[in-house]
C-alpha cells in the first residue's frame, strides 16, 4: 500500500504544470489569452542573449543583448532581475524570451508566470507575438 501511494504521489508530481512544481502558482488561460494579456501588462516583451549573470542576495540580476523587440524602449542591451519562488534561472549564452515588468524599485523584473522562458520552448509565443518591432542581426 505505502508503494502505491508513493507512485501515485510521484507520477502526480510529474503530471504537474512546471510552474506549479517548482513552487510558483501561475494563472490557468489559454496561450492565445496569456500572450494578449502580457501585451497590455508587459512593459517589454523581447528576445535577447544572456551576456551576464549575477546573484544578489535572494535574486538574480540577469544582463541580455537585445537581439528582437516587441514592446518597450528600444536599447542594445537590458538588465532584468528575477528571484522567489517563480524566479527564472537564466544561463549565460542563452538565448530567451523576456516578458517583464517595472517592480517597486522601478527595476525590470521577471518571472515564470510571465511565460519569460528559453527560445527552444517559445515557439508557440513566437508565432503569436509575430513580426518584432525591432531587429538587431
Known sequence: MKILILFVLSVSVVLLDVTESAGCLCRREPIS?????LRKEARVIFMGRV???VK?????????????????????DVTIYSGGGCMV???KGQEYLV??????ENRLQTDMCMRTR???LASE????????KVTRE
Open 33 to 37: 489569452h496569456a500572450i494578449k494579456r
Open 51 to 53: 551576456t551576464d549573470v
Open 56 to 76: 544578489e542576495g535572494v535574486s538574480y540580476r540577469a544582463s541580455l543583448a537585445i537581439e528582437k523587440s516587441w514592446k518597450g524602449d528600444q536599447h542594445d
Open 89 to 91: 534561472w537564466f544561463e
Open 99 to 104: 516578458y517583464g515588468y517595472k517592480d517597486n
Open 118 to 120: 528559453p527560445i527552444p
Open 125 to 132: 509565443d513566437l508565432k503569436r507575438l509575430g513580426k518584432p
